[in-house]
């Protein structure tokens, strides 16, 4: 009784198609006026019975029983294992037919069956996985080196009668249960390099199917895996020999290569998909291939310690170049923010690594110095804000590198320094040169003031540090300089600065030399209450406090002298 209204529901269908039928025999030519009337009624029909849930809840358990008979014969194929009746070799070769052989069959299945398919290749993929694992670790009957040459031909094969046939399920169920039995060999066996392989084996395969517009879920946790394995690999053989009795010893080579193998999958799928296919790079790989650059440097470094720093240096500097141009030449010019913002970033990040470890400490500031200058006024020329940010962050970086941070604050308020290197006075100039070509413009944004305001500020320190440095030379020609003598002497200095700030920048319109001027005569009243007021005579605080009433009086005087004109 409960199937009375479907089955009315269907007579009626079959009904209505039997009478358009007479109709159009009747009326032919309203046969030729609506051709595609006649089969409307067929395919709902068929439509109804195939949607029928019971059928569905049937076929999800026929499916769900073959995959147990497949478990079932593993099972088997083990308990044969155990017995000793057949060679341990024959066996591997049995259980890893049947796998493929499941494989085969969830490759098989209708293309609209997707939870079949991806049952088939779950159940393929529990046969395999638990029988390498017994066959290596409990039988000795395969080495690591074919456990892993094993999982590589499946996820092959995998690939093959699966991203032909377009069944996209079978791969990723495939690739994730192999990348996880390969993670979890490597760590059992202490074999670490075979299963690495398999690795990345498994990670190029994922990237040749994105390139050919295959989206592939499984992507990030095969690269997950893989980014563990050669962290594990480097965290073990770069600790002391003791801590890895049980592992075998390893060249620089075997070391090495796997980090510097992801590193070039990455950047060759990334290459291609942006620059050759025109596609916006995601956030995974824009995530995967830092990381996979940084354990390439990782790797190179530890065990490479002699040749490494340089290597990496020149190769952080061709990187650098190669994404200058591509964010700039191929990007820029057609609008593909995303790519021209990553590749613009990771070329700024590869250009101070570059640096840093490709060129003598001595040269650091000079080469930033002048890279910052370079960009800068690129920047301005081309109207590319992101050029003049990593222009002043060249700028920062030759700051720190020259060590003018220190000098300034041992000038104007801690211990006296010697006397300035090159490296103080060639920064200072590039600071002043990088704020003077520098188009400052009223009502910019917060952004474009930061980039006018932090070279403005290194200048400003430098220029007064080293005015403080020349004057107590000149002092200790006529006297002998002492601490009260120190203190006047940096409260002439940087009221002098703060006065001459403010006097630019109405003079010349420029709003950050008015906010430096105001910043520095908050740090003249700090100097007056932690110096001068402590070791200073009376005379000697006198006389800067009076500096500092004048220039709290000339200060707000200047600054309005812009606004008034």
């Known amino acids: 009784m409960n199937d ?53 809840t049937s076929g999800a358990f026929a499916v769900l029983g073959k995959a147990m008979l497949g ?9 044969v294992a155990e017995s000793s009746l057949v060679s341990g070799h024959v066996i591997a070769a049995v259980a890893i037919a049947y796998a493929v052989a499941w494989l085969v069959v969830a490759t098989r299945a209708s293309a609209r069956a997707y939870f079949a398919g991806a049952v ?32 590589g031909g499946f996820v092959v094969v995998a690939a093959v009668l699966s991203l032909t046939r377009n069944r996209l399920p079978v791969f990723w169920v495939a690739q994730g249960a ?9 760590i059992a066996t202490h074999a670490m390099v075979p299963f690495i392989v398999a690795l990345l084996l498994m990670v190029l395969v994922c990237e040749l199917a994105n390139i050919r517009h295959r989206k592939q879920p499984v992507r990030p946790l095969v690269a997950a895996l893989t980014d563990v394995a050669i962290w594990a690999l480097i965290f073990i053989y770069s600790g002391a020999p003791s801590t890895r009795a049980d592992y075998p010893a390893l060249g620089t080579a075997a070391l090495v290569a796997p980090a510097c193998l992801l590193f070039l999958i990455d950047a060759v799928n990334i290459a291609i998909r942006t620059a050759f296919l025109s596609q916006s790079i995601t956030i995974y790989e824009t995530v995967q291939a830092t990381v996979a650059f940084l354990l390439a440097a990782s ?11 340089i290597v990496m240096g020149i190769a952080c500097l061709i990187l650098s ?17 995303r790519n021209f913002r990553v590749f613009s970033a990771w070329s700024t990040g590869l250009l101070l690594a570059g640096v840093l470890w490709g060129l003598p400490a001595e040269w650091m500031p000079a080469c930033l110095g002048l890279a910052a200058l370079a960009a800068i006024a690129l920047g301005i020329r081309m109207e590319c804000m992101t050029l003049e940010c990593h222009g002043v962050i060249y700028l920062v970086a030759a700051a720190i590198a020259a060590g003018l941070p220190e000098y300034a604050y041992r000038s104007l308020a801690g211990p006296l320094p010697s006397k300035p290197p090159w490296s103080i006075l060639l920064v200072s100039t590039c600071a002043m040169l990088s704020y003077a070509i520098a188009r400052e413009r009223r009502g910019e944004a917060w952004r474009q003031q930061i980039l006018h305001l932090v070279p403005s500020l ?23 300089t002492d601490v009260v003598h120190v203190a006047l002497i940096r409260t002439l200095i940087l009221c002098s600065v703060a006065l001459a700030l403010a006097f630019g920048g109405a003079w010349w319109r420029r709003l950050e030399m008015t906010r430096i001027a105001y910043a520095t005569l908050a740090f003249v009243a700090a100097k007056l209450l932690f110096e001068d007021l402590r070791h200073s005579r009376m005379e000697f605080i006198a006389a800067s406090i009076f500096l500092f009433a004048v220039t709290l009086i000339g200060v707000p005087r200047l600054a309005r002298m812009g606004h008034k004109t």
């Not at 007579?11 to 046969?31: G, W």
């Not at 192999?178 to 490597?186: E, N």
């Open 4 to 56: 009375l209204p479907e089955t009315l529901e269907l007579l009626s269908a079959r009904i209505d198609a039997l009478e358009k039928r007479l109709d159009a025999l009747e009326h032919p030519s309203a046969t030729l006026v609506e051709p595609f009337a006649l089969p409307q009624a067929a395919p709902t029909a068929a439509a109804t019975v195939d949607e029928n849930p019971i059928d569905q």
């Open 71 to 79: 478990i079932a014969g593993a099972y088997v194929l083990r308990a």
């Open 120 to 151: 088939y290749a779950a159940t393929s993929s529990m046969i395999l996985t638990p029988m390498l694992w017994e066959l290596t670790l409990r039988f000795k009957v395969l080495s690591p080196e074919w456990a892993a040459g094993v999982l």
């Open 178 to 186: 192999a990348a996880v039995a390969a993670l979890a060999l490597s």
């Open 299 to 309: 790797s190179v470094l530890y065990f490479t310690p002699h040749s490494g720093a």
């Open 321 to 337: 170049a190669a994404s200058y141009a591509a964010a700039f030449v191929r990007f820029r010019p057609f609008a593909a923010q």
């Open 458 to 480: 290194l200048a400003a320190c430098s220029v007064a540090a080293l005015m403080v440095q020349g004057l107590l030379w000149l002092a200790a020609l006529a006297i002998t």
